[in-house]
Every structure is written in structure tokens, then in C-alpha cells.
């Protein structure tokens, strides 16, 4: 009888230390939560500002494949917005989040505020993917989201200054930089489209 009640007690008191130890690790995953220490991959631990003005935090579209591009409404390179909306139309079911950020810093070919640019991109290409307010992409002024992409300390591989409008950076769902564009490769083009279907199929 003694036996039977010294194991009784021993089952007892083990309950309640993994019910005790169950309760630590639920509260320091609560506290963890309450702190923001949820892990956001770096390239996408950013707040922005939405075209229409409202803030937007990156880590919305973190577990798809984003593709980050510095837009621009006057430039030669314009057209491409219709390519980017295709892209986006095509595999936004299967992911892919295309980001637009556009920017004034090459031949100030972005010169019209936000309203202006957001009527553009309807009128003109009927844009739909996510669009951002006017940022500064590269030298004086430059925003935290860009000093990430162009920096050698944070995207050693990719590093470098953007070097004109629709440079383009492809993150994978993990949110790494896994790849970039220069401006003139084209949103359509065989490489392009392949980098993208090959970062979605993963």
C-alpha cells in the first residue's frame, strides 16, 4: 500500500512539473509575442507607406516569393509596368507578391505626388499589385528598405546602388534576396519569368 501511494505521488509531482514547464514555455512564447520578437526575415522587417497612404508592414507578404521594383511614370522604361502586372496577374494565385516603390532619383522622372502617380498606374497599365509612396532609393535621404537591398553589410551578394528606374530584387519565401535585375531586363523576359516560376516552385 505504501508502495502504491509513493508512486501515486511520484506520477503526481512529474504531472506537474511538465504541466509547469508547459506553462513557462507558453508564457515566454506569449512574452515573445507581446515584444515583436516574432522572426520576420530582414527583408521584409520594414513599414512603409501604401500608395493610397495607409502604412503597410512588410512582414505581410512574408512566405511568398516579393518582387521589389523602383518604378517611375516618365521614363523609357515605363512600359514595363504592363509586364509587372502581367507577372502579377499570372502567379499572384501562386504567391508572388510584385511590389512597386516608386522613386524620383533618375532624371526626375517620378515627379508627381502620390494621387498623381496612383491615377497614372490605373489610367495607363491598370495596375493592381501593391503599390508604395515615393521613396528614396539611392544617396542622400535614402529609405531603410533600400540601405537593406544596396548595402554590402545586409545584401552582400546584391549589393551596389540602384543605377536607374526598374531595378528589380526577387526575394524568395524564406526572405532572401536571391536575385536582381537591371533595369532594362525586361519583366516578360524567358530569364526573368524562370527565376520567378523556379522561387515559387520551392
Not at 494565385?93 to 508627381?112: H, K, S
Request: charged content about 30%; some cysteine; aromatic content about 10%.
Amino acid at each position: 500500500m505504501k508502495n502504491f501511494i509513493n508512486r501515486s505521488l511520484f506520477f503526481v509531482a512529474v504531472a506537474a512539473l511538465v504541466s509547469t514547464a508547459g506553462q513557462g514555455a507558453d508564457k515566454d512564447k506569449k512574452a515573445k509575442n507581446e515584444k515583436g520578437d516574432v522572426k520576420v526575415p530582414a527583408a521584409l522587417n520594414f513599414k512603409m507607406k501604401g500608395l493610397d497612404g495607409k502604412p503597410v508592414d512588410l512582414s505581410k507578404y512574408k512566405g511568398k516569393v516579393v518582387l521589389m521594383v523602383n518604378v517611375a511614370s516618365q521614363c523609357g522604361l515605363t512600359p514595363q509596368y504592363e509586364a509587372l502586372e502581367g507577372l502579377h496577374e499570372r502567379f499572384a494565385g501562386d504567391g508572388l507578391a510584385v511590389l512597386g516603390f516608386p522613386a524620383n532619383e533618375f532624371g526626375a522622372q517620378e515627379p508627381g505626388s502620390d494621387e498623381e502617380i496612383a491615377e497614372f498606374c490605373k489610367s495607363n497599365y491598370e495596375v493592381k499589385f501593391d503599390m508604395f509612396s515615393k521613396v528614396v532609393v539611392k544617396g542622400d535621404g535614402q529609405c531603410p528598405l533600400y540601405k537593406f537591398l544596396t548595402s554590402k553589410e545586409t545584401d552582400p551578394k546584391f549589393a551596389g546602388d540602384i543605377t536607374w528606374n526598374f531595378e528589380k530584387f526577387l526575394v524568395n519565401r524564406e526572405g532572401e534576396v536571391v536575385a536582381r535585375f537591371a533595369p532594362k531586363v525586361k519583366p516578360d523576359s524567358d530569364e526573368f519569368v524562370k527565376a520567378i516560376e523556379a522561387e515559387l516552385a520551392k
